[in-house]
């Protein structure tokens, strides 16, 4: 669907852009924007004593149109925020709010394990709750002394 009306705040993109590759920990993977992907969410990301937690502004995006990957260092949030009504039959006077697909990739300060993250979606912020990897430091093995062998 074409529309004639373009938001001024899209140019806003290309900073985000670059500030997210500069972030990234692995830049090499990391690319601009798609023709399909329209725009990115906002992002928090903090640490707590065990985990690390993802917020993502997502106003309007229904929960089965999230799609959420979890690798040991990074999260990669994809979806699709749908327009209400028929385009055709609006006449828009101001048109700031975006549409469409977008993807957003977010480095992560410490590895976590994937097999344990959890999402919640409530009034259009998307948490995600990330389990840190946490070697066994206490774990003490003894090692046995044999004779050389000839």
Do not use: C
């Amino acid at each position: 669907m074409v529309r004639k009306i373009k938001p001024i705040s899209r140019v806003i993109r290309i900073e985000t852009e670059i500030e997210r590759i500069h972030r990234a920990a692995a830049p090499r993977r990391e690319r601009f924007l798609d023709w399909d992907e329209n725009w990115i969410p906002r992002v928090d990301v903090y640490e707590k004593a065990e985990d690390i937690v993802v917020e993502a502004e997502v106003p309007g995006v229904g929960q089965s149109d999230l799609v959420i990957t979890v690798q040991s260092g990074r999260v990669e949030i994809k979806g699709m925020k749908k327009e209400r009504g028929s385009p055709e039959r609006i006449r828009y006077l101001r048109l700031e709010r975006e549409f469409g697909s977008f993807r957003r990739l977010v480095a992560l300060p410490a590895a976590v394990v994937p097999e344990r993250a959890k999402a919640f979606l409530d009034n259009g912020v998307l948490t995600i709750q990330l389990k840190k990897y946490l070697p066994e430091e206490d774990k003490k093995t003894v090692v046995a002394i044999h004779k050389d062998e000839e």
